[in-house]
């Protein structure tokens, strides 16, 4: 046992050790690093709030009457909403990863661990949901619930977005239920939630973590998706997906109000994915 844990440790300090080494990791986690200090700082720097209305300086150009970024069709701060904006979307894209990863780890390791009628009942429900498409039950769910809360959307994303992490974590948990230290739980008569607790979740959560990293950036551009339809948060709350559904309508006549908003939402995105990427790399235990 001592064994184990030892190697354990010094597989996710080599895995720390590469990803520490990878320059595109380090350039991403200082672009968001960034982006966070701007959702941060700047709605305490600025004077102005998210929802404030300057009716002397509507539709505003950037670097206008004390608006850096420029103010949008109702006056309102571009840069605040901008930050505000941010906030919002990378809680409901963190928050959704974390309700996906922990139904997705529950459904997955009792199915590979217990086998037989309760895998085949678990997965033939994940058939059925994953045959019916996302946007669809994303929808129902908010029709249902109701629209425009955060709380709803994140619920309603987080809840169909642990399926392929199920299939994931099912297949690592049958890779590893006739391992020696898995019979030798077994034979000690360790109970079934002491095995998976302490056996099978930290063994497959290398690449748990792996996918999951990948997944924020997904959900994030699915909330923006669902938010440019109409379907996510209302005003006068604001994500960078409404942001850039109304800097849409006003492209012609007052382009900073999409360029801004789209800008930061593509380099979050971006940078989430290479940081992802470089992760997963990094958790692989093929690499040298």
């Known amino acids: 046992m001592i064994e184990a844990v030892l190697l354990r440790r010094s597989l996710w300090s080599a895995a720390l050790g590469r990803l520490r080494a990878s ?7 200082g672009l968001l690093l960034t982006l966070l200090l701007l959702a ?11 929802d404030q209305l300057d009716w002397q300086h509507l539709a505003a150009p950037p670097w206008s009457a004390g608006h850096w970024l420029g103010t949008d069709r109702l006056g309102r701060d571009l840069l605040v909403r901008v930050a505000y904006g941010t906030r919002l979307s990378l809680l409901l894209g963190l928050t959704a990863s974390a309700i996906s990863v922990l139904i997705g780890i529950a459904w997955g390791a009792m199915a590979g661990y217990v086998g037989g009628r309760t895998d085949a009942v678990l997965m033939r429900t994940v058939d059925v949901l994953n045959s019916l498409p996302t946007l669809f039950l994303v929808i ?16 309603a994303v987080g809840a169909v977005g642990w399926l392929t992490l199920a299939r994931i974590v099912r297949g690592q948990t049958l890779a590893l239920r006739r391992r020696d230290f898995m019979l030798a739980a077994l ?10 607790a302490r056996h099978v979740v930290p063994n497959v959560l290398g690449a748990v973590i792996a996918y ?34 109304a800097g849409a309508n006003e492209m012609e006549s007052a382009p900073w109000m999409l360029l801004v908003p789209a800008a930061v939402l593509l380099t979050m995105l971006a940078s989430l994915s290479v940081l992802g990427d470089a992760l997963r790399d990094a958790l692989d ?3 040298e």
């Open 23 to 29: 320059r595109a990791a380090a350039c991403a986690s």
């Open 212 to 245: 999951a990293a990948l997944t924020i950036p997904q959900i994030m551009l699915f909330e923006s998706f669902l938010s440019f339809l109409g379907l996510g948060v209302q005003e006068p709350l604001a994500s960078l997906g409404s942001l850039v559904r």
């Open 140 to 155: 129902a769910l908010t029709s249902v619930i109701g629209r425009g809360s955060p709380g709803v959307l994140l619920l």
């Open 285 to 287: 235990p093929r690499a």
């Open 187 to 196: 034979v000690s008569g360790a109970r079934t939630p002491h095995i998976l």
């Open 40 to 50: 941060v700082l700047a709605p305490a720097l600025s004077p102005y709030r998210y």
